[in-house]
């Protein structure tokens, strides 16, 4: 019996400990094991606001949009880069069309619209890459048709707000 209460007593401290690091430091992000949060901004090209996910880590951008059901119209993922390349991309894991806005600092440079999913039975090794003919530091995919509809052009400045 003692020793039941001693580890409870372990334990009850353990549980204090933990509760009182993380009200210093709430962000358990870092640790392994522990989901990512999703950042949310708004975007802006020309006139028009976008709702976008933040993909500015290495998991964040792997994973992009691959396994989602669908995604809204005033909606996007903006992939941010650390360096100005050119970025290659691929449909994995998606079942809708996107179009892929390429931008460089905050101007459009190149523009890939309605980029259709991989059939179901699709092997990884014949997906297409996609990489734009510019360098960019930022790749914005949203549904595709979005571009078309907004009627996105290269030269078009993008902010994100």
Same mark, same amino acid.
């Given at each position: 019996? *003692?020793?039941?209460? =001693?580890?409870?007593?372990?334990?009850?401290?353990?549980?204090?400990?933990?509760?009182?690091?993380? @009200? &210093?430091?709430?962000?358990? $992000?870092?640790?392994?094991?522990?989901?990512?949060?999703?950042? =949310?901004?708004?975007? @802006?090209?020309?006139?028009? *606001?976008?709702?976008?996910?933040?993909?500015?880590? +290495?998991? &964040?951008?792997? &994973?992009?949009?691959?396994?989602?059901?669908?995604?809204?119209?005033?909606?996007?993922?903006?992939?941010?880069?650390? &360096?100005?390349?050119?970025?290659? =991309?691929?449909?994995?894991?998606? $079942?809708?069309?996107?179009?892929?806005?390429?931008?460089?600092?905050?101007?459009?440079?190149?523009? =890939? +619209?309605?980029? @259709?999913?991989?059939?179901?039975?699709?092997?990884?090794?014949?997906?297409?890459?996609? +990489?734009? *003919?510019?360098?960019?530091? +930022?790749?914005?995919?949203?549904?595709?048709?979005?571009?078309?509809?907004?009627?996105? *052009?290269?030269?078009?400045?993008?902010?994100?707000?």
């Amino acid at each position: 019996m *003692k020793k039941f209460i =001693f580890q409870f007593a372990l334990l009850v401290i353990g549980i204090f400990a933990v509760l009182f690091f993380y @009200q &210093k430091n709430p962000d358990l $992000s870092g640790l392994p094991f522990v989901p990512e949060r999703s950042v =949310f901004k708004e975007l @802006q090209i020309n006139s028009v *606001k976008l709702k976008v996910e933040i993909a500015d880590t +290495q998991s &964040k951008r792997s &994973k992009g949009l691959g396994g989602r059901e669908a995604l809204a119209s005033d909606e996007g993922m903006l992939f941010i880069f650390p &360096k100005t390349e050119r970025h290659p =991309f691929w449909m994995k894991g998606l $079942s809708f069309p996107l179009d892929f806005i390429w931008i460089r600092g905050e101007v459009v440079v190149d523009l =890939f +619209q309605n980029i @259709q999913p991989p059939t179901p039975d699709q092997p990884d090794e014949s997906l297409p890459i996609y +990489q734009s *003919k510019e360098e960019v530091d +930022q790749v914005l995919e949203v549904l595709g048709g979005t571009a078309a509809g907004l009627k996105l *052009k290269i030269g078009d400045m993008v902010k994100v707000i």
